[in-house]
C-alpha cells in the first residue's frame, strides 16, 4: 500500500474520513500485529542474550524515540556534545544517516555547522563507527544519535525525547501509528526528556506525564523547549528574531513534526502568508528550487522565507525570487530537571 507523506500523516491521524480511508487505516492496523511481534521478539533476544551487543571501549550516551518522525533530537544532540566539550572531553556522534547522499545526511550538515570541532560518523554499522571514532579520532565518549532501537551498541546512558505535541504517534504501533515500540519499552531509558513542552497545555503535559510514569515509575523526567535564537542564512549571517515581526513571511519545511515549525513561527508573531511542506528528510531537486522560486515569486515582494537549519543546508541558497530566505536557529531549553540530566550525563564519564 504505497502512501504519500502528506496522505498518510492524514490518514492515522484521522483526518481522511470515508469508507475507503476507514478501509485503509484497517490495512494499517493489521500490519502493524506482525511488527509489533517482530518489535518483541528482537527486544528480548538482546534481552536474553540471544542477540550480542557490544561494548565499546568509552561510555556511550544514547539519544533516541519511540516514534518515527521529528521530536527534536538534533537540538538535544549539540545540548550533550556541548555539555561534554565544555568538560574538555573529545566527543564524536554516530548516526545512521537517514535520507544521507554520499554520507551525510541534512543532520549531520547542522551539527557540522553548529559543531565544529565534534566528528559525525554516519554508517549501517555502528559498531564499526564506534571503533573508528575510538581508534582513529582518539574519542572520549560517544553519542549514538536515534540510538533507542539500536541495541547492538551497548550504552552507558539512554536518553528518550518525547514530543509533547505528539507524544504516542497517534497511538498506535506502525504503520497504523508511529510507534516504533510499546510504550512499555520506555522502562529501558535512564531519562525521558519531553520536548516542545511550550506548545501544549499544562493539562496535556501533564497527562503524558503521568502515562510516563505509569509505564516507567523509575525514570525521572526533563522538561525541555526548543528556543528560537536567531535567523540565520547560508553566507553564515545572522538576523533578529523580530525581523519575523517586521515583514510578511512564507515558510516551509521538509522535516518529521511540520506543524511543530509552524507554531514556533506564530509564535514568534510572524504572519505566515504561505506555508509549504516536504516529506522528512527531503532531498531537493532542480526541480524542487525552481518550484519554489515560483511559489516564493508569488509572495508578498516585501517579505522573507523561512526554513529550518536542515532545510537550508541542502539548499545553500541566499535568496528565492528575490525575497531573502533564512532558517530558524534552535536550541534546546532545558525547563526542569537540568540538575538531574546534566548529573547523568557528566556520570557516566570515566575519570583519567
Known sequence: MALSGDYY?????????????????GGLRAGSVPYGWAVGLRNRFYEHGWLRSYRSAV???????????GTGKTPCVEYVARLYRRQDRRVAILSRGYG???????EAMVLEENLPDVPHLQGVDRVGLARTAVEELESEILIL?????????????????????????????????LLREPLSSLRRADAVLLTRCDQVEETARV???????????????????????ELCNSERNTASLQELQARPVAAFCGIGNPQAFRQTLTGLGAE????????????????????????????AHEGIVVTTQKDLVKLRLVHLAGRPLWALRICLRIEAGQEMLDGKLLSVVRSP
Open 145 to 177: 544519535d536515534d540510538g533507542f532501537q539500536h541495541r547492538r551498541l551497548k550504552r552507558d546512558l539512554d536518553l528518550v525525547l518525547i514530543d509533547a505535541t505528539n507524544p504516542w504517534g497517534h497511538g498506535c504501533l506502525f504503520p497504523r501509528g
Open 272 to 299: 505566515l502568508t504561505d506555508f509549504r511542506t516536504f516529506a522528512d528528510h527531503h532531498a531537493y531537486t532542480r526541480a524542487d528550487v525552481e518550484a519554489l522560486r515560483g511559489w516564493a515569486e508569488k509572495q
Open 9 to 25: 500523516r492524514e490518514l492515522i491521524d484521522g483526518r481522511k474520513t470515508g469508507l475507503w480511508p476507514t478501509l485503509q487505516r
Open 100 to 106: 544521507s547522499r554520499a554520507g551525510r545526511n541534512d
Open 59 to 69: 561510555p556511550v550516551v544514547s539519544i533516541g524515540n519511540l516514534t518515527l518522525g
Open 207 to 229: 497527562r503524558i506525564e503521568e502515562t510516563i510514569a505509569r509505564q516507567a515509575p523509575n525514570v525521572p523526567v526533563a522538561l525541555t523547549t526548543h528556543q528560537p535564537i
